[in-house]
């Protein structure tokens, strides 16, 4: 069964400093990895998805990494602004048609 | 492109009551549609896939009789939560793909509360 863990699971940071998110899964067979953004009662926004082959991808301030065979990824946002808070969640797409969702980051950025 | 809609966004009901939820793939076909449950401050669960015309696939530990799933077109998936009770209180969220190797494509959810 995989299991995804993030870490930590709440933080909080002054406005502009950079964002550190980290995830890691069980299994290291998977097809890819997805972080989302969810904010309070709300579904979720894709952010980036990086592919099993691929070590990261990038958009605007936001960089995820992906090193499959140690099981880990890990999401920097750059420069955080207040708009940034929110929970971010990390999700392993593996198996059969499965996507396995991680806790989530609980992220709230002062202005 | 790629937008699923959900509705409603938010239920309040008696216990006892089915609830049900649809979720629609606005500019896409979808193959296969999910169903997830979300307890607050826990992960998303699956709770039961679906594909167009045939009968629902359940998780381990969701039951297919309280948690009726139909997917009677490209378009269009239902979860009725039949006699619903405070247990059931959560958020509910759907998601759609168009085929095996896309991504999932998530709706808004649906905070359900049982009174």
């Known amino acids: 069964k995989q299991e995804v863990t993030q870490i930590p699971a709440a933080l909080s940071v002054p406005e502009g400093e950079n964002l550190v998110l980290n995830c890691s899964f069980t299994?290291?067979?998977?097809?890819?990895l997805q972080w989302f953004r969810q904010d309070p009662g709300k579904g979720l926004t894709s952010l980036l998805l990086?592919?099993?082959?691929?070590r990261e991808q990038t958009s605007g301030r936001l960089n995820a990494s992906l090193d499959k065979s140690s099981g880990r990824s890990t999401l920097y946002i750059a420069a955080s602004q207040p708009g940034d808070s929110a929970t971010y969640l990390c999700a392993v797409f593996y198996g059969n048609n499965r996507l396995a969702f991680g806790k989530g980051n609980q992220v709230v950025v002062i202005p | 492109g790629a937008v699923v809609s959900q509705h409603p966004s938010w239920v309040i009901c008696k216990s006892g009551t089915s609830v049900k939820i649809e979720c629609r793939s606005l500019?896409?076909?979808?193959?296969?549609m999910f169903w997830y449950r979300q307890f607050p401050k826990q992960s998303l669960m699956l709770m039961a896939t679906s594909n167009e015309g045939s009968k629902a696939t359940y998780e381990q530990g969701v039951e297919k009789d309280k948690f009726l799933i139909n997917h009677a077109s490209l378009t269009l998936s239902t979860l009725t939560v039949t006699s619903a009770h405070p247990e059931d209180s959560s958020f509910y969220i759907c998601s759609a793909k168009r085929h095996s190797n896309q991504p999932q494509h998530f709706g808004d959810g649906t905070r359900l509360s049982i009174l």
């Open positions: 299994d290291s067979a998977i097809y890819n």
């Open positions: 500019d896409f076909q979808a193959t296969t």
């Open positions: 990086i592919q099993s082959s691929q």
